[in-house]
């Protein structure tokens, strides 16, 4: 009986390694070729760091990362303001309101980014009215963007505390509700939080499809713009950015790893995308 | 009277949150199904109509074959992949970095992704000029990587990760037990597969190629940097409504368009759902 089953062993062994190997050269060449690429030197011959130095002196280059982190930096904090009060909220005095606004939050996933853009175009008009032209206004769109994600994350670590009790404590020693989110519920929920605040950041730094299509300039649309004149560039920043994304995506599913009583990680993706990411993908 | 106002108080805590998604998420989309259907403020069918004519069905029938096929290609490849990874210790260190390297790479999409092809195999592209100096062919050919072949390969970069991801837990799912069971009672390896492994899993399997598809069918940033010229596919076409103002001589066709991407995507997830409600069923 023995017999039958090392060979499958052995049999399963084999396919693992041919799998592993045929894929990870699927997934690893791209990430190679650009190091390659991004180091070419001129005349076809050599090495420059030139590509890598653009993202630090051209200014064009500059300006747009820094619009993208402040953006990140805007979503998160629009983020937390707009989900923590309302999530903890629904768990304490709106109870009938819990699927709803599960469903609401999960919503974008089913709503293609496209779409959104297509419809939210005279909405912007408004927001331009009121509060000017700066790419800052994008963060309104990207809350909505990375509602799903952020939603996921808090979700699970507000289930993990005993949230009841402890703004019934915190209330009878007469805390108001503004002390009860920030001062007891926060610190609890400190690495839900920063999971969302990371796949937020990720999110958002890979964003291009709003901003292209509402002509405002981030880090993704200046990328793109490059690749017509000087694609080393677009190269050395993209894997920056991919770097910065992947660092950003492995803490992330360390944390998800951290946190007890739960299989999946806060990355677990979608019940779509986006990658468009979603997207880190569009 | 006053009770219950005093019961509904609670629910005003609710008024920002649906505010917000009031302005950006429910009104953008009203103004798409709307404007689908109005021409300078008349109500009016030509909108929808002009979907039906040539360039719009051509990119509609790309954009259906690059989703399938990268759904096809991210299913069969990434459910292999995630049955090599079942095979795995369960919580060995292999196990542990493939899923989290899926995890990463199903996020990875966009703009960088296009750049990533672009310095593999774009007319300098790693790969091309390494395989040139060395085999003396030339794989940039007329530029394949810009069209609907491009696209797919890829999409299926983002594609198999998601695959492995939510294929599996089902895989997960499928006990040693059952395989044992069926051994003692006389079963070969292919009339397990077969018999017990393969229906359980077919709704998990089927359910995850449509979640592909959707998100193949609603990529766009990927596509839009990948191609800078034509519009291929259907959310390429969305580019050009929004950019060239009128389009086949009708200004609102970018609502048609987007109106005609919701539908799309929407029947897929419902199949979704009722397929992921029947995996749900023996999984856990």
Known sequence: MTLPRQRRARRQRAFRIVTFVVLGAFFLIPLVSMVDFSTRGTAGSGRTGEAWGALLHDPELTAAIITSLELAALTVIGMVLLLVPTMVWVRLRVQWAARMVEFLCLLPLTIPALVIVVGIAPVYAWVTYFLGGSALTLTFAYVVLVLPYAFRSLDAGLSAIDLTTLSEAARSL????????????????????????????????????????????????????????????????????LIFGFVLLLLLSLLGRGRKGRRTTAIEPLAVTTPAGKEVKG | ?????????????????????????????????????????????????????????????????????????????????????????????????????????????????????????????????????????????????????????????????????????????????????????????WQYWRQVAGPLLLPAFLGSTLLLFANAFASYATAAALVSQGNPILPLFIRSALTSEILLGRANLGYALALEMIVVVAIVMTGYALLVRRTSRWLR
């Open chain 2, 1 to 189: 009277m006053i009770k219950a106002a005093r019961r509904a108080l609670p629910s005003l805590g609710m008024v920002p949150f649906l505010g917000y998604l009031t302005v950006f998420l429910f009104i953008p989309t009203v103004i798409v199904v709307v404007g689908a259907f109005q021409d300078d403020g008349r109500p009016t069918l030509d909108n929808v109509r002009a979907l039906g004519s040539g360039p719009v069905l051509h990119a509609l029938r790309q954009s259906l074959v690059v989703s399938a096929s990268t759904a096809v290609i991210g299913a069969v490849v990434g459910g292999l992949l995630a049955y090599a990874v079942v095979t795995c210790k369960p919580d060995g260190a292999v196990r542990r970095a493939v899923t989290s390297a899926c995890g990463v790479l199903a996020q990875f999409g966009g703009v960088m992704l296009a750049f990533a092809f672009i310095a593999t195999l774009g007319f300098s592209g790693a790969v091309t000029t390494l395989v040139k100096d060395s085999v003396g062919v030339n794989l940039y050919g007329s530029g394949w990587l810009f069209d609907v072949p491009g696209i797919i390969l890829v999409y299926s970069y983002f594609q198999i990760p998601l695959m492995v991801i939510v294929f599996l837990p089902a895989l997960d799912g499928i006990k040693v037990q059952w395989r044992e069971a069926a051994e003692n009672l006389g079963a070969s390896t």
């Open chain 1, 174 to 241: 007469g805390a108001g509700w503004f002390t009860v989110i920030a001062r007891v519920v926060v610190p609890n929920i400190v690495s839900a939080l920063l999971s969302a605040a990371f796949i937020s950041v990720a999110l958002v730094l890979g964003e291009f499809t709003f901003a292209s299509l509402l002509h405002y300039d981030n880090l993704q649309v200046v990328i793109a713009f490059f690749g017509k004149s000087n694609a080393k560039v677009s190269v050395s920043a993209s894997l920056a950015a």
